[in-house]
């Protein structure tokens, strides 16, 4: 089975079983992404890192500078920002009289992140924003992942690439 028809199947049983204990939005929502995060069949990528605000890699830039040679570079004050309303995500899934055909394209397709400072979170969907491939910061957890020298190297590389 394919991951956008595992994922429906997940989606429609919790859409069904919802609606028949009178569930909240919010219970659904995050039944049926413990479920999927968890499935020993499948590994889904959660909340991948697309692009950094200008700012963001500004502030990256400064301290891979006054901290040089090998080593971490200080991802204190970075968020992941959530590119679309995870709220409004969910009420398209489940605020429904009927599951929603291909649930899993809509999802994926408003899965993305952005990596902020914390103080552009409320505004990052009017923020300007670098692409960055999401291979580069590789599979994480929900937290901002380390910055690796390797991985500072790889998004500057990619960030030139898209200015010239």
Do not use: C
């Amino acid at each position: 089975m394919d991951k956008a028809t595992y994922f429906q199947s997940v989606y429609e049983a919790q859409f069904a079983l919802g609606k028949k204990m009178g569930a909240a939005m919010s219970a659904q929502i995050l039944a049926l992404e413990a479920f999927i995060q968890r499935s020993a069949h499948w590994h889904f990528r959660w909340w991948p890192i697309v692009g950094i605000t200008p700012n963001a890699w500004s502030m990256l830039q400064q301290r891979a500078v006054e901290k040089s040679g090998p080593g971490i570079i200080s991802n204190r004050g970075l968020i992941r920002a959530h590119r679309y309303n995870r709220e409004a995500r969910s009420r398209m899934l489940f605020e429904r009289k009927a599951p929603l055909p291909e649930a899993w394209h809509f999802y994926e397709s408003r899965d993305a992140t952005i990596l902020a400072l914390t103080e552009e979170r409320e505004k990052i969907t009017d923020t300007k924003w670098l692409a960055l491939d999401p291979h580069i910061l590789g599979q994480q957890s929900n937290a901002v992942p380390a910055i690796t020298r390797k991985r500072f190297a790889a998004m500057q590389s990619a960030l030139r690439q898209q200015a010239a």
